[in-house]
Nanobody, 124 residues
Framework: QSQLVESGGGLVHPGGSLRLSCAASGFSFSNYAIGWFRQAPGKEREGVSCISAGGRTTNYADSVKGRFTISRDNAKNTVYLQMNSLKFEDTAFYFC?????????????????WGQGTQVTVSS
């Protein structure tokens, strides 16, 4: 059974950093792109970033470019999202999901095997 489990969320001050992890099991992790998404209360889900199966292709939402970095370790079946210079507007529930490819659309409808999510709160 394909499973993705997010971790690493928490409470951080504006300007701070967090690193989220997305651990995979039950499928051939190195054959899939992984995407990160987020949803804030009262807002639609937003694509944040994705990384291709081999890690050579990455895409980012304009709102996080230059602040967030996605990476993966296929030996550990894990994708990371390093989030720096966090802003109040980054507060959301963060999810990871898989897809065959990573493209700039960051369209969550094309992803499956969603994790349970992890909460990120940026507050002073």
């Amino acid at each position: 059974q394909s499973q993705l489990v997010e971790s690493g969320g928490g409470l951080v001050h504006p300007g701070g950093s967090l690193r989220l992890s997305c651990a995979a099991s039950g499928f051939s992790f190195s054959n899939y792109a992984i995407g990160w998404f987020r949803q804030a209360p009262g807002k639609e889900r937003e694509g944040v970033s994705c990384i291709s199966a081999g890690g050579r292709t990455t895409n980012y939402a304009d709102s996080v470019k230059g602040r967030f970095t996605i990476s993966r370790d296929n030996a550990k079946n894990t994708v990371y999202l390093q989030m720096n210079s966090l802003k109040f507007e980054d507060t959301a529930f963060y999810f990871c999901a898989r897809r065959a490819i990573c493209d700039s659309s960051l369209d969550g409808r094309r992803y499956d095997s969603w994790g349970q999510g992890t909460q990120v709160t940026v507050s002073s």
